[in-house]
């Protein structure tokens, strides 16, 4: 193996867990958020893991097959990171929109079941499309680890392996530090922004 490959699959490897870092900074957060606004913490944590596993499940089988048929994967990588940026502010916008949506839905201080359905809905569609593209992290990095010359079993290992390790760390940093350090809102700019230097990073190198 030439040194120039070794240190590209460094590097991929270095991205996918910087990347993955912020995924359970952005899943840690959107907890939060609906922790306080739903008021409920068992229907906040549920609709938090049930729009991250189906935006998993969309976003790996869509960017699985568009990697799959793509000649440049190191630019759909890029372009989802970059991405990731962009739609995790926009559902941080989206979901503190969450309590005049029960101002305009409720009558007086009664929350109907029709209010809580609409909220329920409109906050786990709110995540999913963060969580879709997201999905696309493994795949796209586990091609580009085969061009690299590694088998598919190898590249998925890896792909995996700093995937997690990555989101455990992410996870821990942000439910420990900074959303005590930073806020919700300051959790979340750090971490599009960090997306941000990763994706030129990558695409750089």
Do not use: C, Q
Request: charged share 10%; proline share 1%; no cysteine.
């Amino acid at each position: 193996m030439s040194h120039d490959i070794k240190i590209e699959r460094m590097i991929l490897t270095l991205v996918v867990f910087l990347a993955s870092v912020s995924f359970l900074a952005y899943e840690v957060t959107w907890n939060r958020i609906l922790g306080l606004y739903l008021g409920t913490t068992v229907h906040a944590s549920t609709i938090v893991i049930s729009a991250f596993m189906g935006g998993l499940g969309i976003g790996a089988y869509f960017w699985g097959k568009r990697t799959t048929l793509s000649k440049h994967p190191v630019k759909i990588l890029t372009f989802i990171i970059l991405a990731l940026s962009a739609i995790n502010i926009v559902t941080y916008h989206l979901l503190m929109l969450i309590p005049d949506m029960y101002g305009i839905l409720s009558s007086g201080t009664e929350i109907s079941v029709f209010t809580e359905i609409i909220v329920y809905a409109y906050s786990l569609l709110s995540i999913l499309g963060s969580a879709f593209f997201i999905g696309g992290i493994m795949p796209a990095a586990s091609r580009i680890y085969i061009e690299l010359g590694n088998e598919v079993s190898d590249s998925l290992g890896n792909t995996y392996a700093a995937d997690t390790l990555g989101s455990a760390v992410g996870g821990m940093l942000t439910g420990f530090v900074l959303l005590g350090m930073t806020g919700m809102s300051g959790t979340v700019y750090l971490f599009s922004i960090l997306n941000i230097f990763i994706a030129v990073f990558f695409f750089r190198y």
